[in-house]
């Protein structure tokens, strides 16, 4: 298991044309590249694209990313991601928030329903969420949380289990 | 830049089926120091969560204000050499019909000043390919047509 930072960012740049349909054309930076120096070659770039296409660059964004180099097996058996454990806070602006986590741990939820922000991980959680740097969409920090329950979503087709068929001596039985 | 940067987590469960949890930063923050507290955060959420943390992408977005737009097609495809063994490919829609090749419809002229501005700029030393190394020199253009 190890948790890498890819080698390079990404800026993509969104184009949309004259009937509303969308595209995107991607560049690569080395991760090392600061926000403001890669803002800056990525606004040196943008005009140079514009003049190309008759499109419309509507967006770009600057993506730095890490993955998982060995996933396989690492999931709980059991997890479910249409189970998941909503928290709700009240940010400093008055707003509310929520925050659905998905596969919930059994242990952490309670006969009820809630769940119990008293199990050390989940205070853990909770009290690094309200700390910086996180914030809500609109930048104001998290202040309190008002509910935590679980909840189950409707498993959609791609959700479904990719092996569904039964063992063999089923068949055989 | 938009003042917060979105922090996007995505989980993968026991059967196979994946989804994403995202979170907020102020855009200010470096993207190292968004980094280390999305591990640390990932790190939370594991113990809470049965689901694996496959990736973290961190995400600052700029938006723009257009006018007038044209068709996304024909687009160019770009191909660029980076060294021994090493390529990228960069389509960009909405190719202009004046920067298409006079004698084969199906190549970019890479001559024309747009062009070469761009090509130049690719290839000034910051942008590289997906495994980081430098765009060299612009191969060749190539127009695309796609259904």
């Not at chain 1, 298991?1 to 080698?7: E, N, R, T």
């Not at chain 2, 970019?108 to 290839?123: G, M």
């Not at chain 2, 980081?132 to 190539?142: K, R, S």
């Amino acid at each position: 298991m190890a948790f890498v930072d890819l080698p390079v960012a990404s800026v993509t740049f969104t184009m949309v044309d004259g009937s509303g349909s969308q595209g995107s054309v991607s560049f690569n930076i080395p991760a090392a590249t600061t926000i403001a120096d890669a803002l800056t070659a990525a606004n040196q770039l943008r005009p140079l694209i514009t003049a190309l296409t008759g499109c419309g660059v509507v967006a770009m964004n600057i993506t730095y990313s890490s993955i998982e180099t060995t996933p396989t097996g690492l999931a709980a058996d059991y997890s479910r991601i249409e189970r998941k454990g909503v928290f709700s806070f009240r940010t400093a602006a008055g707003k509310s928030v929520s925050y659905q986590i998905p596969g919930i741990l059994d242990a952490i939820v309670l006969p009820d329903g809630r769940i119990d922000e008293d199990v050390t991980e989940v205070s853990a959680f909770l009290v690094d969420l309200v700390a910086a740097p996180w914030t809500d969409s609109n930048g104001v920090d998290l202040t309190a949380l008002t509910s935590a329950f679980e909840r189950y979503r409707r498993t959609s087709r791609p959700m479904l289990p990719s092996k569904k068929t039964p063992d063999a001596n089923l068949v055989a039985g | 830049v938009l003042p917060v940067a979105e922090v996007v987590f995505t989980a993968v469960d026991g059967s196979g089926s994946s989804t994403t949890f995202r979170t907020y930063v102020r855009s200010a923050l470096s993207h190292t120091a968004a980094l280390q507290a999305a591990a640390q955060l990932r790190g939370r959420l594991s113990a809470i969560s049965g689901c694996c943390i496959v990736r973290v992408d961190v995400i600052y977005r700029d938006p723009y204000l257009v006018d007038e737009v044209g068709e996304l097609q024909p687009s160019a495809l770009f191909i660029f050499d980076c060294g021994p063994g090493q390529h990228a490919q960069i389509p960009v829609y909405g190719l202009l019909p004046d920067l298409v090749d006079l004698v084969d419809p199906f190549i970019v002229n890479v001559s024309a000043p747009p062009i070469s501005a761009f090509v130049d700029e690719l290839t000034s030393g910051i942008w590289c390919n997906p495994f980081a190394y430098d765009l060299q020199h612009c191969i060749e253009g190539i127009v695309q047509i796609r259904p």
